[in-house]
């Protein structure tokens, strides 16, 4: 079922309204979740300070001024939480539990202003040895920015009910 969206746009083919069923998940598709995001410094703050991060590099725009980037960086696991939560409707709003999150990484910087936009890459599906009626899906996430660089990247598995199972019951 090769369900995605356009380049950073609305989805060409929209998957039912509550999500996708764990025989929706072909491994090779890429779902290109929208819409992005741009991160405002309110965003950047707000986040900063209700999660402690004491990092000056994140509010501090003396500080900040000093370093490699000469401005604001953006809290990375805001990125993280909003990348994640691009990607629920396409891989996890059906979903029964995460089982976990791998790989997890940085590889460019984010900064107030930034248009942020996902996709995710099914790498594996089976169904699960333990729980009849339900499936295990990894996949593959990737943060861009506006000008499509990666800033972040990440492996999830969730496990995801089955349709034919749910709708004989």
Do not use: C
């Amino acid at each position: 079922m090769n369900i995605t969206t356009t380049p950073f746009g609305p989805p060409a083919t929209h998957a039912e309204g509550g999500g996708r069923w764990f025989e929706d998940f072909v491994v090779g598709d890429v779902f290109k979740h929208w819409p992005g995001r741009t991160i405002s410094e309110a965003d950047n703050t707000w986040f900063t300070l209700l999660t402690m991060n004491a990092h000056p590099a994140h509010f501090d725009a003396a500080f900040a001024s000093g370093t490699e980037f000469k401005t604001y960086l953006v809290n990375s696991t805001l990125t993280l939480a909003m990348v994640v939560g691009m990607s629920v409707r396409d891989v996890s709003m059906r979903a029964i539990a995460n089982l976990g999150w791998d790989k997890v990484r940085l590889v460019g910087p984010v900064f107030v202003g930034d248009t942020i936009y996902a996709q995710s890459e099914v790498l594996s599906s089976r169904a699960s040895a333990s729980r009849p009626g339900q499936g295990i899906v990894t996949v593959r996430t990737t943060g861009l920015k506006q000008d499509g660089s990666v800033f972040m990247t990440f492996e999830r598995s969730a496990l995801v009910p089955m349709r034919a199972l749910q709708h004989a019951a």
